[in-house]
């Protein structure tokens, strides 16, 4: 039995104290309408009318339960409106993640607007490495999220791929310093400062890759992402870390006078980011959210479209861009 239908029926009969107008005002014929209230009668125990060939009248027992029956109505009502809004992306929790390495006035940027989108909605947002995230789509922990590509997408859906420049971070008295671009050859001798491989295994690995196919193989791979604890570690440690180009805006290399950006010799290596949600999950609040930052990510970091030369190829353990 539908009981909210049934209770419609019944609060129209109280009130129009008359089948026939209640039927009227409900849209549907008198002797559906009597079995219903007939039917509400046999499930709840008590008589709710008193019937006549003239008149319609409200037992004491459903004088009782009218006020009840009027309430719970209200409360459904709210229910499915409120249902709506989350639908429609106007109210409701939206769990989102970001990685560590996107930059503080980006993130302030990404919150901006999609606040001004969906005021309605609470943004719960976390920063996450790509791992993380990954763990939190497979426990429903999480609804959206932007990710490091390569890695394990399958019942995931994407958005564009976008693309940050990479450089390196060396010494200001580097010999490799001195060059407008710096070949990964170059940085041979030096070790490597690099995320630690648990937060995005398959991208940790095809940095390696790729230093050692353009020449480059690291004395010894260290582990940091603090920008101050990377530094010390340049300072210190005869390393190198790369860093996207928009973590260095045009001017602030100069202010360090011990470190400096450069970027790399025919851009081998590059950040791979997309916004990824669980399959079936692309509801209008996501979609916002994904849209936000994006755009955001475009105008903020110089991110720019990268859609894959050739399909992604599923390798044992992870994806790699072919």
Request: net charge negative.
């Amino acid at each position: 039995m539908n009981l909210f239908r049934h209770l419609e029926c019944f609060v129209a009969v109280a009130e129009e104290s008359h089948f026939g107008r209640a039927a009227a005002r409900l849209s549907m014929a008198q002797p559906p309408l009597s079995q219903r209230i007939q039917r509400l009668e046999r499930e709840l125990g008590v008589r709710l009318f008193e019937r006549s060939s003239r008149q319609v009248t409200i037992t004491k027992a459903g004088t009782l339960l009218l006020d009840e029956a009027r309430e719970l109505l209200a409360r459904s009502e709210a229910l499915m409106a409120t249902a709506r809004r989350i639908r429609d992306g106007e109210s409701g929790l939206l769990r989102a993640a970001l990685p560590p390495d996107i930059p503080g006035e980006t993130v302030a940027a990404i919150l901006a607007d999609f606040r001004q989108r969906y005021p309605g909605v609470e943004l719960e947002l976390r920063e996450l490495s790509t791992t993380e995230q990954l763990a939190q789509f497979a426990s429903h922990e999480l609804d959206v999220g932007l990710i490091h590509h390569p890695c394990d997408v399958s019942g995931l859906e994407l958005g564009p791929v976008l693309r940050r420049e990479v450089g390196v971070l060396l010494p200001r008295d580097a010999p490799a310093a001195a060059l407008a671009e710096v070949p990964l050859a170059a940085l041979t001798g030096y070790e490597l400062i690099l995320f630690h491989r648990a937060a995005a295994p398959a991208l940790h690995d095809d940095v390696l890759t790729t230093c050692a196919r353009n020449g480059y193989s690291p004395a010894a791979v260290r582990h940091g992402q603090g920008a101050s604890f990377v530094r010390g570690l340049i300072l210190s440690a005869h390393a190198v870390a790369f860093s996207p180009r928009d973590a260095h805006p045009a001017g602030a290399a100069d202010r360090d006078p011990d470190v400096i950006w450069r970027p790399l010799a025919e851009a081998p290596l590059a950040w791979r980011h997309s916004l990824a949600w669980p399959q079936g999950r692309s509801d209008t609040v996501v979609s916002a959210f994904a849209e936000a930052a994006t755009h955001t990510l475009r105008n903020t970091t110089a991110m720019s479209a990268d859609p894959p030369p050739r399909p992604l190829h599923l390798r044992p353990a992870a994806e790699y861009w072919l």
